[in-house]
């Protein structure tokens, strides 16, 4: 499966973006999407999964609130809208899939990723 990331941007403080991740090829093995980032000198971050459904969504407690992802089936399209962005959201975007039903944050169980989109978030 291949993912497409897009919709990163230069935001300020306060603003909202709201990325886009577009699965083509075998995208009956994408049963569950995440999105991590990456800041510069930082390990990659889990920010958010959902499942096949949509019924289960997991957040990480830095973007709970501020951030939601959801998915379009008809589309193979999952998105992230992020609200109330801070300069400590300044990071490189990653879109990701995994063949496991269940939600995970683990950064092991996705074995499909996308090119990243840049984040910058100004104060």
Known sequence: VQLQACGGGLVQAGGSLRLSCAASGRTSITATRGWFRQAPGKEREFLAAINWTGGSIYYADSVKGRFTIYRDNDK??????????????????????SVRPVVTSSIRDFNSWGQGTQVTVSS
Do not use: I, S
């Open 76 to 97: 193979n399209t999952v998105y992230l809208q992020m609200h109330t962005l801070k300069p400590e959201d300044t990071a490189v975007y990653y879109c990701a899939a």
